[in-house]
């Protein structure tokens, strides 16, 4: 029951049982890695074109690029990117319902 700095009116006790908010529950960090892991594979499994546009859409060679950027490195318009974009990830919504629907479940918070 004594605080563990004379200015302080938090006790040993109290201190102790405060719960590290920075370290995540084993458990989900297991989860995170295999639903990853398992989008990852979903992605590879795309057409070459749609596959190139969600790695470059969302990050997978660095930094996430814009409609615009991925049309100046592919060739095409940002708004045939877009359309591109959005096909693949229909597809993807598509073959996680086909192959691992608990995917759409799963609440990461």
């Known amino acids: 029951e004594d605080s563990i700095y004379s ?3 938090t006790t040993y006790d109290e201190f102790l049982n405060i719960e590290d908010q920075t370290v995540e529950n084993p458990e989900k960090t297991v989860l995170k890695k295999a639903v990853a892991e398992e989008v990852r594979n979903i992605i590879e499994s795309l057409p070459d074109k749609e596959r190139e546009i969600i790695k470059y859409r969302y ?5 996430s690029l814009s409609l615009k950027e991925i049309g100046e490195i592919m060739g095409l318009t940002k708004e045939r990117v877009r359309q591109i974009e959005n096909r693949a990830i229909e597809r993807i919504r598509e073959i996680i319902k086909a192959k691992s629907p608990e995917l759409l ?3 990461f918070n």
Not at 59 to 63: A, D, E, S
């Open 59 to 63: 990050g997978f060679y660095g930094r």
């Open 7 to 9: 200015d302080n009116e």
């Open 105 to 107: 479940e799963i609440n």
